[in-house]
C-alpha cells in the first residue's frame, strides 16, 4: 500500500527491492538517504526511508537503533569530549544526569562492602587509569573502585574490572594498572563502586548528599537513596564479579571518581 498522497518512489523502494529486512544493514540504509534533499518533492522519499528503517528494526530487534544507529540524540552528545582542551580524564560522578556540584570529604569507614552508583559513560575505548583523590591519607589501606556493566533493570550486573588505590598519601592518587581491560560505550550506563580492602579512617573527595540527584527509588518519600549496596559480600572482599543489588544506601555520598581514556 503506498503513503497517502504519495508519488512513485524513484530512489528508496527501488534501490532496497532486492533486499530483504532481516538482513539490510544501517549503512545501506544510510546511503541511500544521504543525498536526499530536505525539500517538498523529497517528502515522499523521506517518509518511505522512515517506514523501511522502522521495519528492519521490528524485524531484527534493533530498537535502539531509533537512537544510536542515526548518530544522533544521545547522552554521549551533549558531554564534552577532552580532544581539543587541556583536560586529561573524565570526572564522571560529576557528569550529567547524575552530577552535583558541591565538594566535600568523607570518611571511607561506610562502605566495608561495595556501594555502586551510575555514570554515563563520555567517550568509546579502554580506561588506561582510574583515580580518586585522597584529603586525609592512612598508611597500608587501599580502595577498590570497580566498573560494572547493567541489566536489563539497570541495577549493577557484571564486572568489568576494577582498581587497588593506595590511600596512604595524600592527593589525586591514579592506578594504571586494572584488573581487566575495562572498554566502555559513549553514551551507555554504566555503574561505579567503592569499597576498602580493610577498616580505615582514610577520607576522599565525595559529593555533598545534598546537592547529588537520587536514584528515584525509594522505600518511603522522606528516604533518598544514593547508590546500591551489595550487602550479599563480606566485609573487605575484592569486588564480586557479579554484583547483587541488595539493598538501596542513603547514607553514602557519590565518591569522586576519575577516569582515564
Given at each position: 500500500?503506498?503513503?497517502?498522497?504519495?508519488?512513485?518512489?524513484?530512489?528508496?523502494?527501488?534501490?532496497?527491492?532486492n533486499?530483504?529486512?532481516?538482513?539490510?544493514?544501517?549503512?545501506?540504509?544510510?546511503?541511500?538517504?544521504?543525498?536526499?534533499?530536505?525539500?517538498?518533492?523529497?517528502?515522499?522519499?523521506?517518509r518511505?526511508?522512515v517506514?523501511?528503517?522502522l521495519?528492519?528494526l521490528?524485524?531484527?530487534?534493533?530498537?535502539?537503533?531509533l537512537?544510536?544507529?542515526?548518530?544522533g540524540?544521545?547522552?554521549?552528545?551533549?558531554l564534552?569530549?577532552?580532544?581539543?582542551t587541556?583536560?586529561?580524564?573524565?570526572?564522571?560522578?560529576?557528569?550529567?544526569?547524575?552530577?552535583?556540584?558541591?565538594?566535600?570529604?568523607?570518611?571511607?569507614?561506610?562502605?566495608?562492602k561495595?556501594?555502586?552508583?551510575p555514570?554515563?559513560?563520555?567517550?568509546?575505548?579502554?580506561l588506561?587509569?582510574?583515580?580518586?583523590?585522597?584529603?586525609?591519607?592512612?598508611?597500608?589501606d587501599?580502595?577498590?573502585?570497580a566498573?560494572?556493566?547493567q541489566?536489563?533493570?539497570?541495577?549493577?550486573?557484571?564486572?568489568?574490572?576494577?582498581?587497588?588505590?593506595s590511600?596512604?598519601?595524600?592527593?589525586?592518587?591514579?592506578?594504571?594498572?586494572?584488573?581487566?581491560?575495562?572498554?566502555?560505550?559513549?553514551?551507555?550506563?554504566?555503574?561505579?563502586?567503592v569499597?576498602t580492602?580493610?577498616?580505615?579512617?582514610?577520607?576522599?573527595?565525595?559529593?555533598?548528599?545534598n546537592?547529588?540527584?537520587?536514584?528515584?527509588?525509594?522505600t518511603?518519600?522522606?528516604t533518598?537513596?544514593?547508590?546500591?549496596?551489595?550487602?550479599?559480600?563480606t566485609?573487605?572482599?575484592?569486588?564480586?564479579?557479579?554484583?547483587?543489588?541488595a539493598?538501596?544506601n542513603?547514607?553514602e555520598?557519590r565518591?569522586v571518581?576519575?577516569?582515564?581514556?
Amino acid at each position: 500500500m503506498s503513503l497517502p498522497d504519495a508519488t512513485r518512489s524513484d530512489r528508496v523502494y527501488p534501490l532496497l527491492q532486492n533486499l530483504d529486512l532481516e538482513n539490510l544493514a544501517f549503512a545501506t540504509v544510510q546511503g541511500v538517504g544521504n543525498t536526499l534533499a530536505i525539500e517538498e518533492m523529497n517528502e515522499d522519499e523521506l517518509r518511505r526511508l522512515v517506514l523501511v528503517n522502522l521495519a528492519r528494526l521490528t524485524v531484527s530487534g534493533e530498537w535502539n537503533g531509533l537512537l544510536t544507529a542515526g548518530g544522533g540524540g544521545g547522552m554521549a552528545d551533549v558531554l564534552p569530549t577532552i580532544t581539543t582542551t587541556n583536560a586529561d580524564q573524565y570526572e564522571v560522578s560529576s557528569s550529567p544526569p547524575w552530577n552535583g556540584a558541591v565538594i566535600s570529604n568523607n570518611s571511607v569507614s561506610g562502605i566495608k562492602k561495595p556501594h555502586a552508583f551510575p555514570f554515563i559513560a563520555p567517550a568509546t575505548g579502554d580506561l588506561t587509569a582510574i583515580g580518586v583523590q585522597v584529603t586525609s591519607a592512612e598508611a597500608g589501606d587501599s580502595i577498590y573502585v570497580a566498573i560494572y556493566s547493567q541489566d536489563a533493570n539497570q541495577h549493577p550486573s557484571t564486572l568489568l574490572g576494577y582498581a587497588t588505590i593506595s590511600l596512604a598519601v595524600t592527593g589525586e592518587i591514579y592506578q594504571t594498572s586494572l584488573s581487566a581491560t575495562i572498554t566502555l560505550t559513549a553514551g551507555s550506563q554504566y555503574w561505579y563502586s567503592v569499597s576498602t580492602d580493610q577498616s580505615s579512617s582514610a577520607q576522599i573527595r565525595t559529593l555533598h548528599l545534598n546537592d547529588t540527584p537520587t536514584l528515584g527509588i525509594t522505600t518511603a518519600l522522606t528516604t533518598k537513596a544514593y547508590s546500591i549496596e551489595d550487602t550479599t559480600r563480606t566485609n573487605y572482599a575484592v569486588p564480586p564479579s557479579t554484583f547483587t543489588p541488595a539493598t538501596i544506601n542513603s547514607d553514602e555520598p557519590r565518591y569522586v571518581i576519575g577516569l582515564k581514556f
